[in-house]
């Protein structure tokens, strides 16, 4: 079992070299504005981790565990490095990257060079929901119209918009907030901004679409010559767009129907009075009003993350966060009881069969980020002939089981193996794929990357040939969901 040894992948990224470079720089903006207030800067951080401390009381786990100790830490460092476009300002750092290039004159046309259009495409970028305070990934796409001979410095306007993204943020309000920035910072003859937003939300239990587990949105702003009724600009931009195979609607098309976007919103009911009300599978409508002592105080200890983050708890788009976040995280509260799958023991000689169950939708929390992973287990193991193999549906429940508390991936791969290999000791073996939130916030992830673990017990670990036909089955039924 190399991959379970060899301890936790996360320690690795850590030391990572990936996003180093962005982080250096970015640092040396935090450490800009924390020499104006080093200490208010150590407290917020102090009273970040001591708030999610208590989140993890009260789902059940303790925080001075191993792999947890480090985990306040992670976390307010992510909230402190998501919101850090608060501190930053684009004007100074765009107009010291305009430079002079020659142009047409107003009036007649658009010659390239300073004049004409300028589009930079597929941006990656990520932000915070501030309805539920998980992340969102954004492919931003940003196109000007040059003015006055000045050019701006291409990365000028991806940094821009990360300025924007590190906020607590909405779509519709990210694309106009960047938009307008870049207008009065380059003085431009206007500016288009398109963004594909994508949110994590929990499927429904259960459920075997892993697709669902995302929202999207596509949402624009513009300014300038892109609002011309006559121009044709908006329709120039959307054309270069499309030829990356993103299709934008005009900021003036109405998408209420897909608001409120955030999946933590949408499946309430209107609110009433700030209390979390949330509609069920089966319609019936849980009334969480009483609220346990430990619930009140995760409620309280989000409050105060976001007040340390400098946002207003009390700000009317931010009213029901804390309780969502809140209700969230309870999703991945640890429980004490142990997993049976009702399965029964049978002794593997000679005549063992391999079964396999692929591809089982999974849904997790990774315990040193506080942030989603989810993909598919695939599961085989031998049984003698003849006797009954695990149910199905059972096999689900215990991955769910596994997944719906703090983890790590390895230690869900070597559960799930060992869970199944204590009901049939002639073998088992798992595999897990996986896409990690954590990895996509810290801005390491390319794209397409995800993470595999594998696990082997009993006659897979031996006998090679077991354990090529178990991965030949399950490049023959690979699902490209992950
Ligand atoms: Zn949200
Ligand atoms: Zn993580």
Avoid at 75 to 81: L, P, S, T, W
Avoid at 211 to 231: A, C, L, M, P, Q
Avoid at 370 to 376: A, K
């Amino acid at each position: 079992m190399g991959a379970l040894d060899s301890g936790c992948f996360e320690v690795d990224l850590e030391d990572g070299v990936g996003w180093e470079e962005e982080e250096k720089e970015n640092e040396a903006t935090d450490q800009a504005a924390s020499e104006i207030e080093p200490d208010a800067d150590a407290d917020s951080m102090r009273s970040i981790e001591e708030a999610v401390k208590v989140l993890l009381q009260g789902l059940g786990e303790d925080h001075q565990r191993e792999g947890l100790r480090r985990t306040p830490q992670r976390v307010a460092k992510a909230f402190r490095g998501g919101t850090r476009g608060y501190k930053q300002n684009v004007k100074d750092s765009v107009q010291d990257a305009l430079f002079p290039e020659s142009g047409l004159n107003l009036g007649i046309g658009h010659g390239g060079g300073a004049g004409g259009l300028v589009v930079v495409r597929d941006i990656n970028l990520f932000s915070y929901c501030e309805s539920c305070l998980l992340p969102f990934s954004i492919k931003c796409h940003v196109g000007y119209i040059p003015s006055g001979g000045r050019v701006v410095g291409l990365s000028k306007l991806s940094r821009a918009a990360d300025v924007f993204a590190r906020r607590l943020q909405e779509p519709k309000r990210l694309a106009s907030e960047i938009c307008a920035a870049l207008h009065s910072s380059i003085k431009p003859a206007g500016v288009a901004v398109a963004l594909q937003c994508r949110h994590m939300k929990l499927p429904e239990d259960h459920s075997s679409d892993i697709d669902s587990t995302h929202s999207t949105i596509s949402v624009s702003s513009r300014s300038g010559d892109f609002k011309e009724e006559k121009s044709s600009l908006w329709d120039d931009f959307s054309f270069l767009l499309r030829l990356r195979g993103v299709v934008i609607e005009r900021e003036d098309t109405d998408n209420s129907h897909v608001y409120p976007w955030c999946p933590l919103r949408s499946q309430e009911l209107p609110q009433s009075n700030g209390h979390c009300v949330r509609n069920t599978k089966n319609g019936k409508v849980s009334s969480r009003t009483a609220v346990s002592q430990s619930q009140a105080s995760m409620v309280t200890a989000v409050s105060s993350i976001l007040r340390s983050l400098g946002a207003d708890p009390l700000r009317k788009e931010l009213a029901g966060t804390p309780c969502r976040y809140v209700q969230w995280l309870l999703n991945f509260k640890s429980s004490n009881r142990d997993f049976d799958c009702g399965a029964k023991e049978g002794n593997v000689d000679g005549t063992s069969e391999m079964q396999t169950a692929l591809n089982i939708p999974f849904f997790s929390l990774c315990e040193h980020h506080l942030l989603p992973f989810h993909g598919v287990v695939h599961i085989g193991y031998l049984i003698e002939r003849g006797t009954t193999p695990i149910d199905q549906s059972a096999l689900r429940s215990m991955v769910h089981f596994f997944s719906r508390k703090l983890q790590v991936q390895e230690r869900l791969t070597r559960q799930i193996v060992e869970a199944v290999h204590s009901n049939f000791n002639g073998g088992a073996m798992v595999v897990v794929e996986a896409r990690h939130n954590c990895m996509i916030s810290r801005g390491i992830e390319k794209v397409g990357s995800n993470t595999a673990t594998m696990a082997v017990l009993g006659r897979f670990s031996s006998d090679s040939k077991v354990k090529a036909l178990f991965l030949q089955t399950i490049a023959s039924n690979a699902s490209s969901a992950v």
